[in-house]
């Protein structure tokens, strides 16, 4: 059964009669519920409902002068919810995290159609038990999230991105080395190979425009000038691909484990998104902790199981 209600309402009462009838709810489009609520420009704060685009929260924060620091690919088609629910991010994730550093306020509707509430509309906010955090990456296995309030940021008055294409991984392992011990303060620290291009390193940074400038000039100290861009990591997750995350003291290992495919590595976090390499290991069950979360959320497992 897939739910396509028109407002909460309709949501509520919808999930709670599929749960009462034991009906499996197995996916849901909430684009009927994409408003922007609250919008506090002086607090640095923003709600909106779960079915808005990530794409239209940002044009609607940029008007402010702010935005939600997550590039995660495809934002037109990536809703605030399914970004929370898969605690999505992009090529910023070595600056800014992930979905679960900026929310501090979720609403949900779980699957006996209650609406609960967690965390607030304020940065600093310690009332109650921190529910948001579980159903970040929870994948709608727990409840359907209707509602998010995100800290966010003041838009940089400037940005770069440079990149290094570099002979061999070997070369690329070195020069990473180098980047991560110096004093840069980047957003952007990913390490590429696409198919038939050699691997590259892609640096971003963004500030007051005498910050970018002292950046550049220090990357240029290591050789690395060349201008770049994010279009890659749109291009690459157009293709089927598996993730894998290890240490990032072993990153430059697994890459060479991959041999000759193509991957897109967030290189200062050891997160891995790879086209082939070794089969995926089978699938496991889940934690002990996980299944008394669905078990108690969702008794019936009406949505998704994990």
Not at 34 to 39: M, N, S, T, W
Not at 202 to 220: K, N
Not at 271 to 276: D, E, G, K, N, S
Request: one cysteine or more; proline letters at 8%.
């Amino acid at each position: 059964m897939r739910l396509c209600p028109a407002n909460l309402d309709e949501l509520r009462h919808a999930l709670a009669t599929a749960n009462g009838r034991r009906v499996p709810v197995t996916g849901w489009d909430l684009h009927a519920l994409g408003a922007l609520l609250e919008h506090h420009p002086e607090d640095m704060t923003a709600t909106a409902q779960a079915g808005m685009s990530l794409a239209d929260f940002q044009h609607t924060l940029a008007q402010a002068g702010q935005w939600l620091p997550l590039d995660p690919p495809f934002p037109k088609a990536m809703t605030l919810g399914a970004l929370i629910a898969g605690n999505h991010s992009g090529p910023r994730r070595w600056g800014f995290g992930t979905a679960r550093d900026w929310l501090i306020g979720i609403s949900v509707v779980l699957p006996d159609g209650r609406l609960v509430k967690s965390g607030g509309k304020v940065v600093k906010n310690v009332a109650g038990f921190d529910l948001c955090k579980v159903f970040v990456g929870s994948h709608g296995t727990l409840g359907i999230i209707v509602e998010a309030t995100f800290k966010v940021l003041p838009l940089p008055k400037a940005q770069r991105i440079l990149q290094h294409i570099c002979a061999t991984l070997e070369e690329a392992g070195a020069l990473l080395e180098r980047v991560v011990g110096s004093r840069l303060h980047l957003d952007i620290l990913d390490l590429h190979r696409l198919p038939g291009s050699p691997p590259t390193l892609v640096m971003g940074f963004g500030g007051p425009q005498e910050d970018v400038d002292e950046q550049c000039q220090a990357l240029s100290h290591l050789g690395i000038c060349q201008p770049g861009d994010m279009e890659y990591d749109g291009l690459f997750h157009k293709w089927p691909h598996r993730k894998c995350a290890v240490m990032p003291s072993a990153l430059m290992d697994t890459l060479a484990r991959l041999e000759g495919c193509a991957f897109v590595a967030r290189a200062g976090n050891g997160v891995i998104y790879h086209t082939q390499g070794p089969p995926a290991p089978p699938a496991t069950a889940p934690s002990a902790l996980q299944q008394r979360l669905k078990d108690a959320f969702d008794p019936h497992h009406t949505l998704p199981s994990l």
